[in-house]
């Protein structure tokens, strides 16, 4: 102590000043810094984190894999960013149901600010105001959509289009064009009141661009874990951007002549409900709610519905038609179903699905198995939380391992076996949804379109089986390993063989 204030007294009276207040500032961090019980995780590397270990091995499985060591609830990093990872149902719905508002919240990242105009988008947004009113805005838009018959038209044409195109198709053919064409013809319609042919240059144009962003996006940017690579962004960043921009300006033309066309009495689509919010609020002079219904915001908020609905409704039906031509029982069984439902032709009323239990046990199976989306989308903690004993900070990261919740051998019998009949009860109607079946997600985000894409999937896989058997070609084995990277999981180039039914 002695030698300490010796050493002092030699200093001049504005360096004592400093170091007397570097001494406080240290030991006033140290007293008042709040402490927190993080959950255990693997050793991180400095600025890396733990992102070598996901090479070569997708996030959700790695996730997977830790959570035999640290538990179900874990800490890592990726790069400089810390997050937690919920890998059981227990936690997922104690995060997402029991305190969703303290998990609602969208982190905001380096690509997603760029790819959501600086967060107005629902999908990638944050949990604020402005957030709601547009959840609200785009929830009334599809309600009203799906009030009358119009959904049930478009699914109907949709279906059609590809049925003709592949009773002329004899040789074996990968289904993923024509999965393709049903859900952006049925989104078109929703958004846009506008379909295509699958020969049409605009739809080769946009499937190229989604299928690109699907391959390009893997376990997302570089950018978003190191920062310094933001001032000279990589070659596959730069292509990102470039796809988001072609995308939006496709979506651009059409917005635009529904602006010149939109007529309140007569509503067309998706897009016109939100032009007539937004014209209402300018209307009225309402400066407040004017600002949250920029062009910019409706804008992000149309491509919400029209991205997200295409990629989850396509996936979803080619991992369906490869395990249907995997499991010729199933699919004879689904025949049988449909047959005693459907008409040879017409309209795909809603109202069949009631009336299809096993084919919508079939795709409750599918999803669980395919979990197209295996992290969903990551969340964010809107405040000081906890998730069982351990503290999760304001602002933190929160992956969902929805895989591991799908493929959890303590809440599923033969976890990797296809058994439809898991999702029925005694009776053969679709049996209460199991905790553990989570493909929508939960809670304040839960998905958005979820009220359209289960009676759309049902109805589409309907349609499809009422016209067709579906074969693996002679001497191919399935293969249901995925690819995609972490975010997706999509399966890999497969073809098989439509054969029309009498």
Same mark, same amino acid.
């Given at each position: 102590?002695?030698?300490?204030?010796? +050493?002092?007294?030699?200093?001049?009276?504005?360096?004592?000043?400093?170091?007397?207040?570097?001494?406080?500032?240290?030991?006033? +961090?140290?007293?008042?810094?709040?402490? +927190?019980?993080?959950?255990? !995780?693997?050793?991180?590397?400095?600025?890396?984190?733990?992102?070598?270990?996901?090479?070569?091995?997708?996030?959700?499985?790695?996730?997977?894999?830790?959570?035999?060591?640290?538990?179900?609830?874990?800490?890592?990093?990726? !790069?400089?960013?810390?997050?937690?990872?919920?890998?059981?149902?227990?936690?997922?719905?104690?995060?997402?149901?029991?305190?969703?508002?303290?998990?609602?919240?969208?982190?905001?990242? +380096?690509?997603?600010?760029?790819?959501?105009? !600086?967060?107005?988008?629902?999908?990638?947004? %944050?949990?604020?105001?402005?957030?709601?009113?547009?959840?609200?805005?785009?929830?009334?838009?599809?309600?009203?959509?799906?009030?009358?018959?119009? *959904?049930?038209?478009?699914?109907?044409?949709?279906?059609?289009?590809?049925?003709?195109?592949?009773?002329?198709?004899?040789?074996?053919?990968?289904?993923?064009?024509?999965?393709?064409?049903?859900?952006?013809?049925?989104? *078109?319609?929703?958004?846009?009141?506008?379909?295509?042919?699958?020969?049409?240059?605009?739809?080769?144009?946009?499937?190229?661009?989604?299928?690109?962003? *699907?391959?390009?996006?893997?376990?997302?940017?570089?950018?978003?874990?190191?920062?310094?690579?933001?001032?000279?962004?990589?070659?596959?960043?730069?292509?990102?951007?470039?796809?988001? %921009?072609?995308?939006?300006?496709?979506?651009?033309?059409?917005?635009?002549?529904?602006?010149?066309?939109?007529?309140?009495?007569?509503?067309?689509?998706?897009?016109?409900?939100?032009?007539?919010?937004?014209?209402?609020?300018?209307?009225?002079?309402?400066?407040?709610?004017?600002?949250?219904?920029?062009?910019?915001?409706?804008?992000?908020?149309?491509?919400?519905?029209?991205?997200?609905?295409?990629?989850?409704?396509?996936?979803?039906?080619?991992?369906?038609?490869?395990?249907?031509?995997?499991?010729?029982?199933?699919?004879?069984?689904?025949?049988?179903?449909? %047959?005693?439902?459907?008409?040879?032709?017409?309209?795909?009323?809603?109202?069949?699905?009631?009336?299809? =239990?096993?084919?919508?046990?079939?795709?409750?199976?599918?999803?669980?198995?395919?979990?197209?989306?295996?992290? !969903?989308? =990551?969340?964010?903690?809107?405040?000081?939380?906890?998730?069982?004993?351990?503290?999760?900070?304001?602002?933190?990261?929160?992956? *969902?391992?929805?895989?591991?919740?799908?493929?959890?051998?303590?809440?599923?019998?033969?976890?990797?076996?296809?058994?439809?009949?898991?999702?029925?009860?005694?009776?053969?109607?679709?049996?209460?949804?199991?905790?553990?079946?989570?493909?929508?997600?939960?809670?304040?985000?839960?998905?958005?379109?979820?009220?359209?894409?289960?009676?759309?999937?049902?109805?589409?896989?309907?349609?499809?089986?009422?016209?067709?058997?579906?074969?693996?070609?002679?001497?191919?084995?399935?293969?249901?390993?995925?690819?995609?990277?972490?975010?997706?999981?999509?399966?890999?180039?497969?073809?098989?063989?439509?054969?029309?039914?009498?």
């Amino acid at each position: 102590m002695e030698t300490v204030l010796r +050493y002092v007294s030699t200093l001049s009276v504005a360096s004592q000043t400093i170091l007397v207040a570097s001494v406080f500032g240290i030991t006033a +961090y140290y007293l008042l810094h709040k402490r +927190y019980r993080l959950p255990p !995780g693997p050793t991180a590397l400095p600025l890396l984190g733990n992102v070598l270990s996901f090479r070569g091995t997708p996030l959700y499985q790695k996730l997977a894999e830790w959570s035999k060591t640290y538990g179900p609830v874990m800490t890592v990093y990726l !790069g400089p960013i810390r997050c937690v990872a919920l890998n059981s149902t227990e936690v997922v719905l104690e995060a997402l149901v029991k305190k969703q508002a303290d998990f609602a919240g969208r982190p905001q990242t +380096y690509s997603t600010k760029l790819l959501s105009d !600086g967060g107005k988008s629902i999908a990638l947004g %944050d949990y604020h105001a402005t957030w709601r009113l547009h959840r609200k805005l785009a929830t009334k838009a599809l309600r009203l959509y799906t009030s009358g018959n119009r *959904l049930e038209l478009r699914m109907t044409e949709s279906l059609n289009k590809v049925v003709e195109v592949l009773k002329g198709i004899k040789e074996p053919v990968n289904p993923h064009l024509y999965n393709s064409l049903v859900a952006l013809n049925i989104l *078109l319609g929703v958004c846009f009141d506008q379909t295509y042919a699958v020969d049409d240059p605009m739809f080769k144009k946009m499937l190229s661009t989604f299928d690109e962003f *699907l391959t390009i996006f893997g376990n997302g940017p570089l950018e978003d874990i190191i920062p310094p690579l933001r001032l000279c962004p990589t070659k596959r960043m730069k292509r990102m951007i470039q796809l988001f %921009d072609e995308i939006f300006n496709i979506l651009d033309t059409f917005i635009v002549e529904h602006r010149k066309t939109l007529s309140p009495e007569h509503i067309r689509d998706f897009t016109d409900s939100i032009l007539l919010a937004q014209k209402e609020a300018m209307e009225e002079l309402d400066e407040a709610t004017m600002s949250k219904i920029t062009d910019g915001h409706v804008k992000q908020t149309i491509a919400d519905i029209f991205g997200a609905g295409i990629d989850t409704t396509r996936l979803t039906l080619d991992w369906t038609i490869l395990y249907l031509a995997s499991y010729p029982e199933v699919q004879s069984k689904i025949h049988k179903e449909v %047959d005693q439902v459907l008409p040879k032709d017409g309209t795909m009323m809603l109202s069949y699905r009631n009336q299809l =239990p096993y084919t919508e046990a079939v795709l409750h199976e599918v999803m669980r198995l395919s979990s197209v989306v295996p992290l !969903g989308l =990551p969340h964010s903690t809107t405040c000081d939380t906890k998730i069982g004993d351990y503290d999760i900070p304001q602002g933190t990261m929160v992956l *969902l391992n929805l895989w591991m919740m799908h493929h959890d051998p303590d809440k599923w019998t033969d976890v990797e076996d296809f058994k439809p009949e898991r999702f029925l009860d005694e009776t053969g109607a679709i049996a209460p949804k199991p905790d553990s079946w989570l493909p929508f997600s939960a809670g304040r985000r839960v998905c958005l379109g979820e009220s359209v894409a289960k009676p759309e999937l049902v109805l589409l896989l309907a349609g499809y089986m009422r016209q067709f058997k579906i074969s693996l070609p002679d001497g191919v084995k399935p293969d249901f390993e995925a690819t995609g990277g972490g975010f997706f999981r999509t399966p890999k180039p497969f073809e098989v063989v439509f054969v029309e039914r009498d």
